[in-house]
């Protein structure tokens, strides 16, 4: 496989329930990215990895856990979501986070509901 | 505040040329960003400004002018397949990637 993909591309949850999406990208970047899409609102950077290390955590509840075990991999640990979590998550790489290198590709997404 | 300005919508007609505006105010500047986003899909890259001045990449262009915190996307020559959506980001001074709420461009027959 090629680029950035995601699982699972769909994923319907209860307030309770403990589930997991997983991100892994195949261009040899060393920095990777979660995003939230919400309808009407802008991009909403998550967190950020930069050669596996948290290097941005953009203030999300801890409900929301992120892991990155190595460059390639990246996984959003979910638990005890509310209903307004429910949007679409993507993850992105880049080469690396300055300048240019900052470009990101984009995985198609998880798109979350949360009941 | 770190703020990203873009129109919501706009049309316009096959064939024709589109400009889509973005202005900025962020803390600090080290480069901007455009993404299309199909309906639906990933966003894909586009173009990356740092310095002002106009880039130009087949039917799409995109200017910067850091001293107006202003850019713009230009689209020539309209395909159907350009009716997406259009976002504008800007990368701050920590490097951190702010993105507008995008527009979203109807191209009709």
């Known amino acids: 496989e090629t680029g950035v993909t995601q699982t699972p591309r769909h994923l319907v949850m209860g307030m309770t329930n403990k589930k997991s999406l997983k991100c892994e990208q195949h261009?040899?970047?060393?920095?990777m990215y979660w995003y939230k899409q919400s309808a009407k609102k802008p991009l909403e950077l998550m967190f950020v990895?930069?050669?596996?290390?948290?290097?941005e955590n953009n203030s999300v509840p801890s409900r929301f856990s992120p892991e990155c075990p190595n460059s390639s991999h990246l996984f959003l640990h979910l638990h005890t979501l509310q209903p307004e979590d429910s949007a679409l998550y993507l993850c992105?790489?880049?080469?690396?986070?300055?300048?240019?290198?900052?470009?990101?590709?984009f995985g198609p997404g998880t798109r979350l509901t949360v009941l | 505040g770190q703020n990203i300005d873009q129109p919501t919508e706009m049309t316009a007609t096959e064939g024709a040329i589109v400009q889509i505006n973005c202005t900025y105010q962020?803390?600090?500047?080290?480069?901007l960003f455009w993404y299309q986003q199909h309906a639906g899909e990933a966003p894909t890259f586009l173009s990356y400004?740092?310095?002002?001045g106009l880039e130009e990449k087949g039917r799409f262009s995109s200017f910067l002018s850091r001293s107006k915190g202003y850019s713009y996307l230009l689209l020539k020559e309209l395909q159907m397949k350009d009716s997406a959506s259009y976002l504008c980001?800007?990368?701050?001074?920590?490097?951190?990637?702010?993105f507008g709420k995008g527009t979203r461009l109807h191209i009709l027959p």
């Open positions: 962020t803390s600090g500047f080290n480069g």
């Open positions: 980001a800007v990368m701050n001074r920590d490097d951190k990637i702010i």
């Open positions: 990895y930069n050669f596996k290390e948290q290097t």
């Open positions: 992105a790489s880049s080469q690396g986070t300055g300048g240019s290198y900052n470009e990101q590709f």
């Open positions: 400004n740092v310095l002002d």
């Open positions: 261009l040899g970047h060393n920095a």
